[in-house]
């Protein structure tokens, strides 16, 4: 898959593949988008680089979560996961409501949690292979 063939009214959401609690994160994602809006890639994945450099994204400043909208925006840490929130149904997208904090909270919330998500939840040594039935969401 290119960039040029990204489905451009899905948002997709790039994540460290090797993280279990990226990994689990995803897996909720997809069990409560239940609009079908998002599509995943892997940061380390050929498609989730091409999109990193399309966008200019520098992941060396940037140890996060991105979220893609194609020919709209990019979106990274706090602000990424709050949007992502706002999406979902049910008391999830009350969460996006936190968006009002200062990006200086929010954000230092994200980065004390992605310093130590190795540490707390553990790595995998190969990104996911999703199942057959999750394929469909995968970039």
Same mark, same amino acid.
């Given at each position: 898959?290119?960039?040029?063939?990204?489905?451009?009214? %899905? %948002?997709?959401?790039?994540?460290?593949?090797?993280?279990?609690?990226?990994?689990?994160?995803?897996?909720?994602? $997809?069990?409560?988008?239940?609009?079908?809006?998002?599509?995943? @890639?892997? $940061?380390?994945?050929?498609? #989730?680089?091409? !999109? !990193?450099?399309? @966008? #200019?994204?520098?992941?060396?400043? $940037?140890?996060?979560?991105?979220?893609?909208?194609? #020919?709209?925006?990019?979106?990274?840490?706090?602000?990424?996961?709050?949007? !992502?929130?706002?999406?979902?149904?049910? !008391?999830?997208?009350?969460?996006?409501?936190?968006?009002?904090?200062?990006?200086?909270?929010?954000?230092?919330?994200?980065?004390?949690?992605?310093?130590?998500?190795?540490?707390?939840?553990? %790595?995998?040594?190969?990104?996911? $292979?999703?199942?057959?039935?999750?394929?469909?969401?995968?970039?």
């Amino acid at each position: 898959m290119e960039i040029k063939d990204i489905p451009k009214n %899905k %948002k997709v959401i790039l994540f460290d593949g090797v993280c279990n609690l990226c990994d689990s994160s995803v897996q909720f994602i $997809i069990k409560h988008d239940k609009k079908d809006i998002f599509r995943f @890639t892997a $940061i380390q994945s050929e498609i #989730g680089q091409e !999109i !990193i450099k399309h @966008t #200019g994204i520098n992941t060396e400043s $940037i140890d996060s979560i991105i979220l893609y909208e194609p #020919g709209i925006a990019y979106y990274y840490k706090a602000e990424a996961a709050l949007l !992502i929130a706002r999406e979902l149904k049910g !008391i999830y997208k009350l969460i996006s409501y936190l968006n009002f904090l200062p990006k200086v909270i929010k954000n230092g919330v994200y980065d004390y949690i992605a310093k130590n998500r190795y540490k707390w939840y553990g %790595k995998k040594e190969a990104c996911m $292979i999703p199942t057959p039935e999750l394929k469909a969401k995968f970039l």
